[in-house]
């Protein structure tokens, strides 16, 4: 399903990005990428929505940021893009978003004769650190964490945050604890990747039963930071474009937390953009 769906991506970057120039071409794979998984969860949500809808289901979830699904619904060919992508995973339906992104990223764009492909390659991971967790051994040590915290400190509400929180394993992990031990958590996650916060949001409305727009899941790159970044349109395009070190990714994270938790990302390389 993957390659399928990947090959349907490539097709609408070739269509459309500047084949010369590489980074409009990485813009189009993000763009498109972006749009897929904008498809997948309203999908979930409303096996009946369509290119006209999908949009509003997501803002009125409060899962997106409606001026980001404004200027990501400028894309050319979205409308027919999306159309067709609802049609191709409803026939080829996802069970899990957080391990379907996880292969998602094991096969990595590349240009050939002039066109776009996908190809099996760590590059794009390599560059987001994006090497996920697994599920039952975030639970783990995320329970443990929340244990040993609650025995020195008898509090009925925790703030957690996860500082580089991809597909929320350990996020969604605390909420899960919490409940367990009635306990009311407040949670916060950053991550430079606009797929992975978007995709712990719905996790955590989904699969941790927190109430739609009671997570506070951030955009940004929480290792800089900008206190006049207010602009999250502009902090979703230099996301696009992959300068998660371009200060303009900066963003004030909130201080004071109780327990912080998470699997920090890793590079062979760090790259500063300009």
């Known amino acids: 399903m993957i390659i399928q769906l990947q090959d349907k991506i490539a097709k609408y970057i070739t269509r459309h990005a500047l084949i010369s120039d590489w980074r409009n071409i990485r813009e189009y794979y993000a ?22 809808n999908t949009g509003d289901i997501l803002c009125d979830n409060h899962l997106e940021n409606r001026d980001i699904i404004q200027y990501i619904l400028e894309t050319k060919s979205s409308t027919e893009f999306i159309s067709e992508i609802l049609e191709f995973i409803r026939k080829n339906p996802v069970r899990n978003i957080n391990e379907f992104y996880q292969e998602f990223l094991a096969r990595d764009f590349i240009l050939k004769d002039n066109a776009v492909f996908f190809d099996r390659s760590k590059n794009n991971r390599d560059i987001l650190g994006s090497y996920y967790t697994q599920e039952k051994f975030a639970y783990e040590i995320t329970k443990k964490a929340i244990a040993d915290y609650t025995k020195e400190n008898d509090k009925s509400n925790l703030t957690i945050a996860d500082y580089s929180c991809g597909g929320g394993a350990f996020l969604v992990s605390a909420c899960k604890v919490c409940r367990e031990k009635g ?92």
């Open 31 to 52: 763009r498109y990428s972006y749009l897929t998984f904008i498809c997948l969860v309203a999908n979930d949500i409303n096996p009946d929505c369509n290119a006209e």
């Open 183 to 274: 306990i009311a958590p407040k949670i916060y996650g950053y991550d430079v990747d606009p797929i992975a916060v978007f995709i712990t949001r719905f996790r955590l409305f989904k699969e941790a039963g927190l109430p739609s727009g009671d997570s506070r899941i951030f955009l940004g790159n929480p290792l800089l930071r900008n206190l006049d970044n207010k602009n999250t349109v502009s902090v979703f395009k230099y996301a696009l474009s992959g300068r998660f070190y371009n200060i303009q990714m900066g963003i004030v994270s909130e201080k004071n937390m109780d327990i912080i938790i998470g699997n920090p990302p890793w590079e062979k390389t760090s790259v500063f953009s300009d």
